[in-house]
């Protein structure tokens, strides 16, 4: 069992930068792939970053050259630096940690890119 916690989410305005934070907790961490996903009104959830549990990173196309994940197993802590924010960027941002078959959702937070 993964507890996941974000953190970070605010009100940006265009070409600024955030950094979320997911904070886990229940289980060994570093065995776990772990992914951002964000989620717009009136759209689905999409996937914006992931990192394996090896550390490779991958993006989204239209994230790509201004997010960065990373992840910090020690303190079991995962990272998504965003930056050149633009509007189209605003949705709510939600952690995920898998390893098959399990899968776990963090509550998410609000992220708003407007000027």
């Known amino acids: 069992q993964v507890q996941l916690v974000e953190s970070g989410g605010g009100l940006v305005q265009p070409g600024g930068s955030l950094r979320l934070s997911c904070a886990a907790s229940g289980s060994i961490f570093s065995i776990y792939h772990m992914g951002w996903y964000r989620q717009a009104p009136g759209k689905q959830r999409e996937l914006v970053a992931a990192?394996?549990?090896?550390?490779?990173?991958n993006y989204a196309d239209s994230v790509k050259g201004r997010f960065t994940i990373s992840r910090d197993n020690a303190k079991k802590m995962v990272y998504l630096q965003m930056d050149s924010l633009k509007p189209e960027d605003t949705a709510v941002y939600y952690c995920?940690?898998?390893?098959?078959?399990?899968?776990?959702w963090g509550q998410g937070t609000q992220v708003t890119v407007a000027s």
């Open positions: 995920h940690a898998d390893r098959n078959p399990f899968a776990y």
């Open positions: 990192i394996t549990s090896g550390g490779s990173p």
